[in-house]
């Protein structure tokens, strides 16, 4: 990861609505996860190729969080992100 | 030999085998019996000693053959429930029990050993109508349960126990051997109902404090709920779909309780007027 990199979403994972919550279904691994508010804003945003400063702002502007929090928190979801193919390093 | 027919979700099987054989099928299926012959059997059973074996067929094909006559209905059991399964079609197959209460059905999902058919065994006691045991079919369209009647398996220890506590008022009890009960419910439903509740039990004897009933959103119970599922028939993003459709409509709750006693308080406070 570099502050350069851009990540989108891999176009693998269709969204689900369960109730108040959204969940990711991955074809592919034929596994479901179910995000949290914070998780969907993020995989939302991804919509687009985003940088990591990027979402780091539009995540600060909407819960209002604390920037070093929300950064450890980012790194994390991006990490699991990639890891279930939810979204991928633009080209 | 005698040949009988028993009705179950989406099959009728014919069985045919001497009383002693029969005699112990119909503990484990009371409610099966159907009424003359049918018009179609899905698969035909037989169940015949041969020197000192009893030797299991389904369709002419032998399936195992075993040293006791109960034995013998162990296989039958649980060849009968993997064809259910195949005979299920679009329904939706649950590893749990099920129940009537007030405002429709109520499953209790869960893994093995997790409380399941002791929470299913109290909810009969305590006044609902039996509907399912280990297998529970949803039709995910309309989101009905439909009842698969096989009587209860239980411990033998937990009968004993629950004795010690309660009187058992609701339902036979045949001992299979020292250790296994089957529990035999005198109310039941026959009639598919729509799905109001689900319970997921959790015994925790080293829980503290007093037993709860933890209310779960269903994108809280989703991925756990799907890992009660039976294989999908579908594919998985179908068994998805449907059940997000069926959790979206119940309320969901996790009870977590201590002993017997804890048990009872949780399901009467969550289900009060059969109890009174």
Avoid at chain 1, 65 to 74: C, K
Avoid at chain 2, 45 to 67: H, I, N, P
Wanted: charged letters at 30%.
């Amino acid at each position: 990861m570099t502050k350069d990199t851009y990540y989108v979403q891999s176009g693998k994972a269709k969204v689900k609505t369960v109730g108040n919550d959204k969940a990711l279904y991955v074809g592919d691994q034929q596994a479901v996860h179910v995000l949290n508010q914070t998780a969907y804003l993020i995989y939302e945003a991804m919509s687009e190729p985003i940088l990591f400063d990027e979402l780091v702002d539009v995540i600060k502007e909407v819960t209002g969080g604390e920037e070093q929090a929300i950064r450890e928190d980012l790194e994390e979801t991006i990490d699991l992100f990639l890891r279930y193919g939810f979204i991928k390093i633009a080209e | 030999m005698r040949t009988v027919y028993l009705a179950f979700p989406r099959m009728t099987i014919s069985l045919t085998a001497g009383e002693e054989v029969l005699e112990k099928a119909f503990v484990f299926y009371p409610f099966s019996q159907s009424e003359g012959k049918p018009l179609f059997v899905t698969h035909a059973y037989r169940v015949e000693r041969e020197e000192q074996k009893w030797v299991v067929t389904k369709d002419g094909e032998v399936l195992d053959s075993r040293a006791s006559a109960w034995e013998a209905v162990f296989v039958l059991e649980y060849d009968i429930e993997l064809s259910i399964l195949e005979q299920r079609g679009d329904w939706l197959a649950i590893h749990a029990g099920c129940v009537a209460v007030a405002d429709g059905a109520c499953l209790v999902a869960g893994n093995p050993d997790s409380g399941k058919t002791t929470t299913t065994f109290h909810l009969v006691e305590l006044g609902w109508k039996f509907m399912c045991e280990e297998i529970a079919f949803i039709d995910s369209e309309k989101k009905e349960v439909h009842p698969f009647l096989q009587t209860l398996s239980l411990d033998k220890r937990f009968i004993d126990a629950v004795k010690g506590k309660f009187p058992v008022r609701r339902g036979k009890v045949h001992e299979l051997n020292p250790s296994l009960v089957r529990y035999s419910p005198e109310l039941i439903r026959e009639e598919p109902l729509r799905l109001s509740t689900i319970l997921v039990p959790k015994r925790e004897p080293e829980a503290e404090g007093e037993a709860e009933a933890v209310s779960l959103s269903p994108g809280a119970f989703l991925t756990e709920f799907l890992g009660y599922c039976f294989e999908p028939r579908e594919g998985m993003e179908d068994l998805v779909d449907r059940v997000i459709g069926v959790l979206e409509d119940c309320r969901i709750y996790r009870i977590v309780y201590r002993d017997i006693s804890d048990c009872r308080r949780i399901l009467i406070r969550l289900f009060p007027s059969a109890s009174a």
